[in-house]
C-alpha cells in the first residue's frame, strides 16, 4: 500500500526554470515530510525537511509547499541548473516514532543546458 | 567525519544462496536502519537497529534479518536468494533513534543481483 503518492515520475526542465514536484499522502499521523536528493551511485541525502504546523519553507533555491488540509505538499526547485539533475524523493515519517521512513515513488528530473 | 560505509559495494549471486551485507555507521551514531531500493517497489523500510536490539521492521519475509553489534555496525542477512531480491541495499545512520526520522544519513548502498 502505497502511503505516499509522488508526480511526475519524470521531468524535464530547462535551466533557470522552475521544477516543481508534488507528493500526496494519507496517513495523518505523518507529522514530518523531507525532501531526499539522489544521484547515480549514491544514497539519498536530504534536501529539505517541513513539519505539518508551518505551510511553506524555503532554503537557498529549494522551497518547500504544505497544504495539511489537502493532505499535499510539494518541492519547488527555482532557477534549476544542470547540477539539480537527480533523483528526487518525498517521504514521510512519525516524530519519535523510530527511523521508518515512508517514501514516495521518486521523480527524476533532467536539467537540459 | 567519514559517512556510512557498505560492504560490498556489489554483490551477484544465484537463487536460493543467502548474502550477508554489512554497515558501518557514521561515528558516534549509535541508531541504524536499512532500506531496500527497486525500480518497481521504490525505497522500502526494512528495519532499524539501536543498542543491538531490533526496533521496528518493514513488511518484508522472514527470510530478511539483521542484527547490530555492540559497536553499531550492522549486518542484514537475506537467506533463499529470489530473483526478486536484486536491488540496492541501503543503510542509514543516525546519533540516536529519537526525534525526526529524516535525520538519517545513507550509506551509498550494496547493489544485490541474483541470477
Known amino acids: 500500500q502505497q502511503q505516499v503518492k509522488q508526480s511526475p515520475q519524470s521531468l524535464i526542465v530547462q535551466k533557470g526554470g522552475i521544477s516543481i514536484i508534488n507528493c500526496a499522502y494519507e496517513?495523518?499521523?505523518?507529522?514530518?515530510f523531507p525532501w531526499y536528493q539522489q544521484f547515480p551511485g549514491k544514497g539519498p541525502a536530504l534536501l529539505i525537511a517541513?513539519?505539518?504546523?508551518?505551510s511553506e519553507k524555503k532554503e537557498g533555491r529549494f522551497t518547500i509547499s504544505f497544504n495539511k488540509s489537502a493532505k499535499q505538499f510539494s518541492l519547488h526547485i527555482m532557477d534549476s541548473q544542470p547540477g539539480d539533475s537527480a533523483t528526487y524523493f518525498c517521504?514521510?515519517?512519525?516524530?519519535?516514532?523510530?527511523?521508518?521512513?515512508?517514501f514516495g515513488g521518486g521523480t527524476r528530473l533532467m536539467v537540459k543546458p | 567525519k567519514a559517512g556510512v560505509t557498505q560492504t560490498p559495494r556489489y554483490l551477484i549471486k544465484t537463487r536460493g544462496q543467502q548474502v550477508t551485507l554489512s554497515c558501518s555507521p557514521i561515528?558516534?551514531?549509535?541508531?541504524v536502519s536499512w532500506y531496500q531500493q527497486t525500480p518497481g517497489q521504490g525505497l522500502q523500510f526494512l528495519f532499524e537497529?539501536?543498542?543491538?536490539?531490533?526496533?521496528n521492521k518493514g513488511n518484508f519475509p522472514g527470510r530478511f534479518s539483521g542484527r547490530q553489534f555492540s559497536n553499531s555496525r550492522s549486518e542484514m542477512n537475506v537467506s533463499t536468494l529470489e530473483l526478486g531480491d536484486s536491488a540496492l541495499y541501503l543503510c542509514?545512520?543516525?546519533?540516536?533513534?529519537?526525534?525526526?526520522?529524516?535525520?538519517?544519513?545513507f550509506g551509498p548502498g550494496t547493489r544485490l543481483t541474483v541470477t
Open positions: 542509514a545512520s543516525r546519533a540516536q533513534p529519537s526525534g525526526g526520522a529524516h535525520e538519517q544519513y
Open positions: 496517513n495523518t499521523a505523518f507529522d514530518y
Open positions: 517541513i513539519r505539518p504546523d508551518v
Open positions: 517521504a514521510a515519517s512519525i516524530r519519535n516514532a523510530g527511523n521508518m521512513l515512508t
Open positions: 561515528s558516534g551514531h549509535r541508531s
Open positions: 537497529y539501536f543498542s543491538e536490539t531490533q526496533r
